[in-house]
């Protein structure tokens, strides 16, 4: 995988036309799933659809009179710093709320690309078509607004609002999630199989310090904010660290109990606030349907419970 540093100009310009390819191939998906319930939003994205096909004539008759014929096939998922989409044009019926969100996140991410590849390139002729791109993608974000009838608009409490979901709640969320749920394992396998609860105290802070350590790197590694907006990346790992190590620390902290029964049942009952808690948050915050939102949590938190129930028996 290469850094957007690395990218000389002719690589720039062929991410761009692969990126203006996959945007119009998902703008005809919605359309398509958009166009039995929602015929005049669908119409909407095709238009959407055929200025994406005029960037991408735009930058092919740039690059070939600049490299020539042969553009390489470079993809967005060859360069570090773009985030994965879910295939959310896939799942029918579509709804505008989801289809908004997604097509903004594609059109704030382009445009941020094209700003920073203008900022980077010598050539003038390359500097001002990105340039106008990324006027045009910023228009296209506030069109996908527009279609869902939402008052969104890009002032400043809307982009905080934004910035705060990017760097803190998604980050957040996930440390939250993983700590809870991966720590659940190695602390009940330790209590059953050592019936000590100081013992067993020290075997969940080792995991939960552990997880978070590997959490938070992981995240810092995983994008660098540069495209994405998703922040500085070590800010976001140490947010993300952090909500793993107090997932896990939450319940061992009761094996500080001297009795070990007691300090199990008091840590069965934070687990269960645990799950609640990001259960919530991923309907609150993700959009996540809330009865499936609990199935997911509590399923693979039941699992590992089970799991660390039986090795610690065994």
């Not at 191939?25 to 929602?38: A, H, K, M, V, W």
């Not at 740039?62 to 959310?88: E, M």
């Not at 939102?293 to 509590?298: E, G, I, N, R």
Request: charged letters at 25%; hydrophobic letters at 40%.
């Amino acid at each position: 995988m290469k850094t957007f540093d690395s990218l000389t100009e002719q690589e720039i310009l062929a991410l761009a036309i692969s990126l203006e390819e996959e945007d119009a191939r998902i703008y005809e998906d919605f359309t398509d799933g958009l166009q039995t319930n929602y015929p005049e939003q669908a119409e909407k994205f095709r238009t959407m659809r055929r200025e994406e096909d005029g960037h991408r004539h735009r930058l092919l008759e740039l690059y070939k009179s600049r490299f020539g014929d042969h553009v390489p096939h470079l993809r967005r998922q060859d360069v570090r710093g773009f985030v994965d989409r879910k295939p959310v044009w896939l799942v029918r019926p579509l709804g505008l709320k989801t289809v908004q969100k997604t097509a903004e996140s594609m059109e704030v991410e382009t445009r941020r690309f094209y700003e920073a590849a203008a900022r980077r390139t010598t050539d003038t002729g390359i500097r001002q078509l990105l340039g106008d791109l990324a006027e045009e993608e910023r228009n296209h974000a506030v069109t996908a607004e527009q279609i869902a009838h939402t008052k969104l608009s890009e002032d400043e409490k809307s982009r905080a609002k934004r910035l705060f979901l990017l760097q803190v709640v998604q980050p957040g969320l996930a440390g939250l999630m993983d700590g809870s749920v991966s720590t659940l394992a190695p602390l009940f396998a330790a209590a059953f199989a050592t019936h000590n609860s100081f013992e067993t105290f020290l075997v969940g802070l080792a995991a939960s310090v552990g997880a978070g350590i590997s959490m938070g790197f992981a995240e810092a590694l995983s994008d660098d904010g540069s495209l994405t907006g998703r922040g500085h990346p070590w800010a976001r790992g140490f947010v993300c660290g952090l909500m793993t190590t107090l997932g896990g620390i939450g319940h061992t902290l009761p094996y500080l109990i001297p009795s070990i029964n007691t300090a199990t049942t008091v840590a069965v009952g934070v687990v269960l606030v645990e799950l609640s808690v990001i259960s919530w948050v991923r309907h609150k915050f993700m959009d996540t349907p809330l009865v499936s939102a609990v199935l997911q949590v509590a399923l693979g938190g039941a699992l590992v419970f089970l799991a660390g129930i039986l090795i610690g028996n065994s």
